[in-house]
């Protein structure tokens, strides 16, 4: 089959269900007039839809001017405020996977800050049908609806994303594990643990002057698992002003739910300050630094450490922090291995919060596939005095912008999970405390904890540093009971405004643990 009447098969599918999917593919592939049938199309059958028909229509709104999706909210779902928007929810009779055993699909309403209406389409046998909006697959919960719901005048706002379920904890409960809504932003849960974290398609300039531009995921393609399948996959289209790109997600879940992601992205404009595979995450306060908190608990944080594996095989552990400033930290690499937000704090008595269960947040961890070449791991943490707002941002950023008119291919696993899938025999953090020195006012203590197990009869030797200002008062000591190996030692900041400091356990052959770094800035 001629490539064009494979594209062109597959938009006369997509068209027939008014979705953006159809008026794209037959620009791309130059659509014959009508009344003038293109003879190579005469014997064409219809093609299966794929990914590949998604990078068509990407690459189609590339080069076309950027054009926001826009919808009016209205009747019930207008002027919501959080807990009416939540008193909203998707009536699980209405499931269009209702016959399936093993998977099940929620359509989320529109309303709050969900205002982007959000193309969903299922994919079945290889044809793609979009969904059409219906106000009645919701219900309103009567004491946030005391007039009842308002139906009528809404007309086609579109969804705001959806939500998947399987049975991930019990053989007889159907818990969600993912939900895409808002913007880019997905997120997912392996068994045992809770909603925390997020992850995104694309980051473009975060924390920068000029402003972050938010990426939207206007269209999903969601493909019917067959009976036996415990896999799903998800096709999307990506746009903004800046950009527009084609996604594919395959979703694993399970004691490790594990995202197979792809996307190819054809810029507008050169992209110089772009973020691959960025996640999204909170960090409050912990032990190192509560000098600006006044809280019952010991530690507010869906996150306490970015933990990356270089591409020459170093594992680092990089500390959260809130700092009272915006801060940016570039870890530079070649074809990095992995890096994540994890949540290493996993007892209760860590946190003291029996609402939130901060210790059953899952940590994430994204595995490039393929040569990523040179960039940085890049960290971005801001300001914030609560737990209700994201302030975490970590992604890849490559050290060449990403040029426009040319098609950019990434390919990663995003692994979801209680710890970051890492078997290496190498001491790992297990916590760090930071305060005021006792010995002298003008010096910090830092105590860094080591998984001990991996050590045997000799003690290892301590390399610390800081970039600015000077350590002193080191030293390491067992502590068998509690199966750490404590290192200590005071930084003197001396006129330093911000100093970066790491600390490693060497052996006879290099390193035993992984190295710990954090920042120091002056307040």
Known sequence: MHRRSFVMSSAAALAASGGIGGAA????????????????????????????????????????????????????????????????RFRRDRDPW??????????????AIFHEPVEINLVAEGVATQLAFDPHLFDFDASHFPDGADLETVGDMGFSGFRLRTRLNRPDVMDEFAVFQG??????????TQYGLSARGLAINTGRPE???????????????????????????????????????????????????RAVLFPRRDLANVGIAPLTSMYW?????????DDYRHAVHDSDGLQMLTGQESRLWRVLSAPATLQFSSFMDNDPLGFGLAQRAREFTDYEDAEARYELRPSAWVAPRGEWGKGAVTLVEIPVTNEFND?????????????????????????FSAQVPD???????????????????????YVVDFDLSVFGADDPVAQIRASSGRIGHSYLSRLPSQDRMRLSFEYFPENARASDISAVLNGPEGAFSETWITRWSRE
Do not use: M
Request: aromatic share 12%; proline share 7%; charged share 20%.
């Open 211 to 261: 402003g972050e531009e938010f990426p939207i995921f206007r269209a999903f393609w969601i493909y019917r698992p067959e009976a036996q399948d415990r896999t799903l996959r998800i096709n999307a289209l990506l746009d903004s002003r800046s950009v527009a790109g084609a996604y594919e997600f395959i979703l694993s879940p399970g004691a490790e739910t594990i995202v197979n992601t």
């Open 98 to 111: 209702g016959d399936l055993r093993d998977f099940s699909l929620d359509l989320l309403p529109p309303g």
């Open 285 to 293: 306060f912990g032990p190192s630094d509560r000098r600006r908190v």
């Open 25 to 88: 593919l037959a620009q791309a592939a130059g659509e014959q007039p009508e009344g003038e049938p293109d003879p190579q199309d005469e014997a064409a059958a219809p093609a299966p839809f794929d990914f590949e028909q998604v990078i068509a229509i990407a690459e189609e709104f590339a080069g076309r001017e950027y054009s926001a999706p826009s919808s009016t909210l209205q009747g019930s779902f207008a002027n919501l405020n959080y807990d009416q928007y939540r008193a909203i």
């Open 423 to 445: 078997s290496a025999l190498v001491s790992r953090v297990v916590k760090s405390f930071s305060g005021r020195s006792v010995n002298d006012s003008n010096a910090r203590t």
């Open 391 to 415: 302030n975490i941002v970590a992604f890849w950023q490559p050290s060449d912008p990403l040029a426009a008119g040319q098609r950019h291919d990434f390919s990663y696993s995003l692994t």
């Open 183 to 192: 913007a880019s932003y997905f997120r997912a849960v392996s068994r045992g």
